[in-house]
């Protein structure tokens, strides 16, 4: 694996040392009027952009830290975070 | 066995340290510093194996192992590559495919059969009538790869892997490629140089012409290899092959060992800041008439067979060539005793005045504008055809060795792979790369050039550009570097030549494949006319040299053929491993490792048989009997105890920690009161049930926690993962290893308690789950639960990993008078079974919910406030008859137990069972099974199918559930 990945507590890491956690959705939804779908799209439903996205990552071989970054998905690459965004 | 020169100062061997082998079945000897392939054709052998298709003798071609001419079975391992693996004394060499022997293969006369295999044969043959294809399959199958191994067949060899980091890695210890780790390194920069040869020199090593002042270029090139070993700087990895190169500077390779290292072959993945691509030139195969032939060899092959192993290739040589170095070559092999016929070359004009004047006071003929159209010689050449380019005047010389090639091609497979676009430039005729990645910069021969100085300055640049890449030096030096190399001369014009003039019946474009020009022409008339189909129909390229040999000519072919159609010309993708490598290599090390627990060596002394369960090493059985029927029994009427270390064991505090809990658990953990042990279960997001284990509450804010053992490592990342977005202010320690667990379990077992402690532990003292803080003997700490998952009286005692021998020891000792008893891990199976207590992942996969395996009790539905995982979609599946469900079943006529995992079947497949054994407890076959709710009603028959059972069925009927104890009067009292 190409990638490398900046865990904000142990700086810029080997890609091996973390586990993928998903693009990120934003927190969980209330449960309250919850429909069935709208539930399924929060767990199962991915944008799958070909760019950049802002992902979640777990430094399991590390501190122990879920973060976000920012990653390009056709070239595999972290980018830089804000102007990433735009 | 042939002379070999031993003077050369270019040798690559000791011709005084003589080494034997084994080659089928005869004794020979080669030389220290040999290649198998060095010293086989030492020995007078020049056909190596039979081609994979039309079992055409092959011979020694490239020198560099691009295909699988010289592939071998060596020490009972297929298709080692000869060329690239050093001689080693005692070795057992064999040939491959081959019905009989290379010499005479009985298979031969598939060569005359050709015509009735044209490209796309399989996918077009022997499929109707359709009742032929699984004969015919059969028949292929016999013929069909290259080499054979045991299915058993054990890889001798150590392996090994390393990760090493560094500023810059240099692909290619050539010229170039020293230079350029010469110009990093002395800026400062780590530098890694890895080089597939056991030595550095490259294009240099084996040359004799000048570089400078009188200097030769090999005595340039040890000089620089000289300078490149004492660089502190520098980390040089030799025998190395580059196999992969990715976006963000990591490149991956493998390296042979010598007898030096720990390791046959080791993987090596090198991270860097920045690459420098200097893999140089190979040669591009010049196309003609049994082009394969043995005694057919590429120029570097000729001469560096001569210049690196002392063996002159032949006695009478014809050259057929399209670049400088053969005619540099011819000089050379000529000055070495080599009868030289004529030397061909492609080009109409362009040599280097100062080799034609060589080669005129050598008398040696050189035909410009000439090329070979045929080889003749049934096994090996004898004769040679030439024909002007044009195929208007031909000439046949007699010879035993041609060396032939077309010009030279760069090695562009590292910048493919690296998914850099290349272009086909029309002067060098060279794939070239306009764009590099960040940080990537290309040296030496792969950018067209070949003067001497060019190559090393080129290099020099590449180096300085890392540096500057890497923040080690400024914009002024890489323009002064940019400077000196535009005063030298720049790329030079290569020969377009891709065939001789010839119909290409017998003209082979890849060796590996037995791919001619015309199986090439006849995938393009079919309509697949680019170079990535024509590609896999034909499949060239698709050998285990991975297109060394058509690479760069099935594009070139594949565009002239439709030079109308304008047809773009583009090699086909490469891939990782670019060269072959052993699995072995990958797999590394393969230590086993496994953890063992802080009693780990009593319970060995005790005559516990160890099995490896998940990440750990631990005591199933405490007898041969597997049954386990001593230990169960013993539990069941006595006492007994069992090491419960490897279970999951947190520690969870903070002012958000209840908050936490509340969103993991599904239970409402708001309830839990101190002394009080609270059993409760996780589940997905899906509702899938994916862990079960107790929590205690040590204090305000303070949690003690434990999880199965399987899902002790992935638990805080969970906790974490599940309340990422919430801030809560709460910590978790993984404390699974530093502590230990005792299971004391058995209707005896408060009596062994109570014999280690003044407090009162009585059923109203201690209740079942109750949880007690305790210290025994005034130095041992303990988190003491009165838990029952055997389904009797039984107590859980968690102490740190460090007081567990001592604890042990005392219950061993306050249990002597009652004969306590180890149990293991399976004995505890058949046990927590009678009492239906289940295990997840057994009695549960992937897809089973905490309703499935009645576990819903669990769930409290009032707390959506905590947005509980799996709460949403447990409230979908609540209502839902498709679901399975857990049920308990004995068998009929007092049957045996089935298997685990046997199908639970009607006219389909309707479940299957999760554990069953033939309790001693209960004296009948009984088990859990998960079925289709249909089949849940108690009475219900369920018909068993096992593996390989054929007609034969056993059945068993649901049974309410638990088998033992009903009502828990043995747990609860
Ligand atoms: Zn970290």
Redesign the pocket.
């Known amino acids: 694996m190409a990638l490398t990945i900046t865990?904000p507590?142990?700086g810029k890491r080997n890609g091996y040392e973390f586990r993928y956690g998903g693009e990120d959705k934003g927190p969980r939804p209330e449960e309250a009027g919850l429909t069935p779908e709208a539930w399924c799209d929060y767990v199962h439903m991915n944008k799958c952009v070909a760019g950049v996205q802002k992902e979640w990552w777990f430094?399991k071989d590390?501190?122990g830290?879920w973060f976000t970054i920012h990653r390009d998905t056709t070239t595999n690459l972290e980018v830089k975070g804000p102007e990433a965004d735009k | 066995m042939m002379t070999r020169f031993n003077q050369l100062p270019t040798l690559k061997i000791d011709p005084t340290k003589k080494v034997i082998f084994n080659y089928k079945g005869k004794t020979y000897s080669g030389v220290e510093g040999d290649t198998i392939a060095s010293a086989l054709y030492a020995n007078g052998v020049r056909i190596y194996a039979r081609s994979l298709k039309y079992h055409r003798p092959r011979g020694l071609y490239s020198l560099d192992g691009e295909c699988s001419n010289t592939m071998m079975e060596v020490d009972g391992i297929p298709n080692v590559r000869t060329e690239n693996t050093l001689l080693k004394q005692g070795m057992t060499v064999k040939e491959q495919n081959v019905k009989g022997s290379a010499e005479k293969d009985m298979l031969g006369f598939l060569d005359k059969l050709d015509w009735a295999m044209p490209a796309g044969f399989y996918y077009k043959m022997m499929h109707k009538p359709a009742r032929i294809w699984p004969i015919a399959m059969k028949q292929i199958r016999k013929t069909a790869g290259l080499g054979e191994i045991s299915p058993d067949f054990e890889m001798p060899g150590k392996f090994d892997e390393i990760f090493p980091r560094t500023d810059v890695v240099v692909i290619g210890g050539g010229p170039a490629g020293m230079t350029a780790a010469l110009a990093a390194a002395e800026k400062g920069l780590r530098v890694i140089i890895m080089e597939s040869r056991p030595w550095l020199g490259g294009f240099f090593d084996y040359r004799t012409a000048e570089y400078k002042d009188g200097v030769a270029l090999y005595q340039r090139g040890q000089d620089l290899a000289q300078q490149v070993e004492a660089n502190e700087n520098i980390r040089v990895l030799k025998h190395t092959a580059m196999v992969g190169a990715y976006s963000n500077c990591l490149v991956t390779g493998f390296q042979t060992g010598t007898d030096k290292d720990a390791f046959n072959e080791r993987y090596v993945e090198i991270r860097a800041n920045s690459v420098i691509v200097a893999t140089g030139c190979i040669e591009r195969p010049l196309i003609f008439d049994n082009n394969e032939r043995p005694g057919v060899m590429q120029v570097g092959c000729a001469l560096r067979m001569a210049r690196n192993y002392g063996i002159l290739p032949g006695e009478n040589g014809i050259f057929s060539v399209g670049h400088d170095l053969g005619l540099e070559a011819a000089i050379d092999l000529f000055d070495m005793g080599m009868k030289i016929g004529c030397v061909a070359d492609v080009r109409e004009d362009g040599q280097d005045p100062e080799l034609v004047l060589a080669l005129a006071k050598r008398n040696i003929l050189l035909l410009k504008g000439w090329v070979a159209t045929e080889a003749h010689g049934k096994k090996q050449v004898n004769k040679v055809s030439m024909s002007s380019i044009d195929g208007m005047i031909t000439r046949d010389f007699d010879c035993d060795v041609l060396v032939a090639s077309a010009g030279l091609t760069p090695v562009t497979g590292p910048l493919t792979m690296a998914q850099i676009k290349l272009r086909h430039d029309d002067f060098t005729g060279f794939f070239v790369a306009d764009e590099m990645p960040e940080n990537t910069f290309s040296a030496g021969r792969i950018l067209g050039i070949n003067n001497a100085l060019s190559i090393e300055c080129s290099g020099t640049l590449a180096g300085i550009k890392a540096a500057k890449a890497c923040g080690a030096c400024d914009a002024a030096e890489v323009e002064a570097a940019e400077a000196a190399m535009k005063a030298l001369p720049g790329p030079v014009r290569g020969s377009k030549l891709v065939t001789a003039p010839v119909k290409g019946r017998k003209s082979f474009i890849c060796f590996d494949e037995d791919t001619t020009i015309k199986s090439v022409k006849q995938t393009i008339d079919s309509g697949f006319d680019v170079p990535e189909l024509v590609k896999r129909y034909s499949s060239a390229g698709l050998g285990p040299g991975q297109s060394g040999i058509p690479g760069h000519n099935l594009p070139l072919y594949v565009a002239k053929y439709q030079a109308l159609a304008g047809v773009p010309v583009k090699p086909t993708t490469v891939r990782a491993p670019i060269v072959p490598t052993f699995i072995a290599t990958y797999a590394g090390t393969n230590h086993t490792m496994h953890k063992r627990t802080p009693i780990h060596n009593l319970q060995v002394a005790d005559k516990g048989i160890l099995r490896k369960i998940g990440v750990w090493e631990r005591v199933r059985y405490f007898s041969e009997d597997y049954s386990c029927k001593k230990e169960i029994e013993n539990v069941r009427n006595n006492v007994g105890m069992l090491d419960g270390s490897t279970l999951g064991k947190f520690r969870l505090h903070g002012p958000d920690a209840l908050k936490a809990l509340q969103r993991i658990y599904v239970s409402d953990m708001s309830k839990l009161k101190p002394g009080r042990v609270k059993y409760s279960a996780m589940c997905n997001d899906d509702g899938c049930v994916i862990d079960d284990g107790v929590v205690v509450m040590l204090g305000e804010n303070d949690y003690y926690i434990t999880t199965s053992t399987g899902r002790a490592g992935q638990t805080v990342e969970w906790f974490r993962y599940h309340t990422r977005y919430d801030g809560w202010d709460f910590s978790m320690v993984n404390i699974t290893d530093s502590m230990g667990v005792i299971n004391l379990s058995g209707p005896n077992a408060r009596k062994v308690f109570e014999k280690i402690t003044d407090e009162d532990v009585s059923n109203e003292a201690f209740p079942y789950s109750g949880f007690k803080e305790m210290l025994f003997k005034d130095v041992i700490p303990a988190k003491v639960m009165r838990l029952g998952f055997v389904g009797e009286l039984s107590y859980e005692f968690h102490v740190a990993s460090s007081y567990m021998t001592s604890l042990w020891q005392l219950l061993k000792e306050a249990g002597a008078e009652f004969g306590i008893q180890n149990f293991g891990v399976e004995a505890q199976n058949v046990l927590r079974m009678e009492k239906c207590h289940i295990i997840l992942g057994q009695e549960s996969e992937q897809r089973t919910n905490l309703l499935d395996v009645g576990l819903g009790f669990l769930w409290d539905r009032k707390k959506a406030d905590a947005k509980t995982v799996g709460a949403v979609a447990l409230r979908q599946a609540e209502n839902d008859p498709s679901r399975f469900k857990l049920v308990g079943f004995k068998m009929e006529n007092n049957g045996r137990a089935p298997r685990d995992g046997a199908l639970v079947v009607d006219s389909k497949v309707r479940g299957y069972i999760a554990t069953a054994r033939d309790s001693f407890s209960l004296n009948e076959a009984v088990g859990m099974a998960l079925v289709e709710s249909e089949l849940a009603k108690v009475g219900t028959r369920l018909e068993i199918y096992e593996d390989e059972c054929g007609d034969e069925r056993i059945y068993g009927k649901v049974v309410p559930m638990p088998f033992y104890d009903p009502d828990g009067t043995r747990m609860k009292s």
């Open positions: 865990c507590i142990c430094h590390g501190c830290s």
